[in-house]
């Protein structure tokens, strides 16, 4: 079962289906309810007039053998004070519901041929001629005529002229009612199931429409993981509903997994480049020490050693920061860490306010201030200035050099890793290309910027801006 639900479209044709069944239900019951009440209110209606002709001809004098009581087949009886039968329908074979089960008249006198006792000890408050009001008695059964059927029964009081205290009761037939009702039913338990297959057949084919650009979104997903082919994009509908919004989602995630995926290849093959090369020099020093011990440069293998373990560490730092991993929640005093990035420094000055703090995590934010120190020693021509302060709710870092400067144009490119602008950043000058790179990702991991812009003595203002704590 739940297999076979398993689709968007089974589910939705059933919720459909499930919720017009029990609307239709509900009004099919109301319908049928209020037909039912109205066409009892019709019965009452049509016995009470029958009750009412009858006690009108009594009202006016007519006697018991003269009453009309067979013009139609409606069950009439006529009870007088001490419940007796004294006229009833002629066809009349049996009767319940009315309270007198008597089907056959006793003798009785006619109005008139009483002893003249006008005293009315019955309580009731009708005067000579007058008819009372109408009341419901209920449902019951009559055989008239010998057919059997349900009526609805109306009572009426009245009082003749001579003081006779009499009660007519009438029934109208209910087969009106049952069979409209029953007709009402069959057209319902016809109908609703014909108007639900309906519904399903038709929410199946719109649902299925207003999903078949979901599966060719599956499809070609589908296709783009078997040939691993991030370039390819998933077809957008025009259709600018949420199905539009999600291929154009999903085609903006596969543009940045496709970026993330070039960058990251590039950066494996830039990492083994720039491997290769103190490797390799590290190789053929220690073969030339060993066929010759007295060649043996000792200083250029300790010097490319070092050189490896740095740019190990920098491809490490690298790895985990696209990892993304969550710097450390510690407070820290730029100013205090400047003065240690530039302690033994050669031309590097720190001023500073106190108790510039940032959050985060001291090792990764000393490789920063390290890295910026170095990057401005490189290109300066005597002196580098780091100052810090506090702007606003931020803490800013600047480290500015009286070298040549970054022309505009390349103020975002050395951001980039690997990049070398020019022979100051060689392979053999020791640089990677890798320091700036790794300076902004640390910043951006702490939710904060670095730029370049012109330093006032003309060199490179590196500015870093972070979060105050």
Known sequence: MSRLFASVRARATLAATLVVAVALVAAGTAVLLSLRSSLLGEAGTQAERSARDVATALAVGTRYTELNLDDDDRPVQV?????????????????????????????????????GDDDDDSGESLEAGEIGEPATVGDGTATVDGDTEDYRFVTVPVETRRGDQLTVYAGA?????????????????????????????????????A????????????AITASEDLARRVPVPGTHDEVARLASTTNETLAALESSVERQRRFVADASHELRSPIASLRTQLEVAAAHPELLDLDGAVEDTVRLQRLAADLLLLARLDAGERPADARVDLAALAR???????????????????????????????NLLDNAQRHARSAVEVSVR?????????VADDGEGVPAADRERIFERFVRLDAA????????????????????????????????????????????A
């Open 211 to 222: 999903l078949r650009p979901v599966e060719g979104i599956r499809r070609e997903m589908a």
């Open 425 to 468: 950043r060689s392979r053999d000058d020791g640089g990677a290309g890798l320091g700036l790179a790794i300076a902004r990702d640390v910043a951006v991991r702490h939710g904060g910027t670095l730029t370049v812009h012109d330093a006032p003595a003309g060199g490179a203002l590196f500015e870093l801006r972070l979060p105050g």
């Open 79 to 115: 009870v007088d004070e001490a419940g007796t039968l004294v006229a009833a329908s002629e066809d009349l074979e049996r009767i319940t519901g009315t309270g007198v089960d008597a089907v056959h008249p006793r003798p009785s006198a006619s109005p008139g041929d009483d002893d």
């Open 173 to 209: 037939p209910l087969s009106a009612e049952h069979g409209a009702v029953n007709t009402a039913l069959t057209v319902m338990l016809i109908g609703f199931p014909l108007l639900l297959a309906v519904v399903a057949w038709v929410t199946w084919l719109v649902t299925r429409r």
């Open 390 to 398: 506090r702007d606003g709710e931020a803490a800013v870092v600047a």
């Open 340 to 370: 240690e990035a530039a302690e033994g420094r050669t031309g590097v000055s720190v001023r500073g306010d106190a108790a510039v703090r940032v959050a985060g995590s001291r090792g990764q934010l000393g490789r920063v201030l390290a």
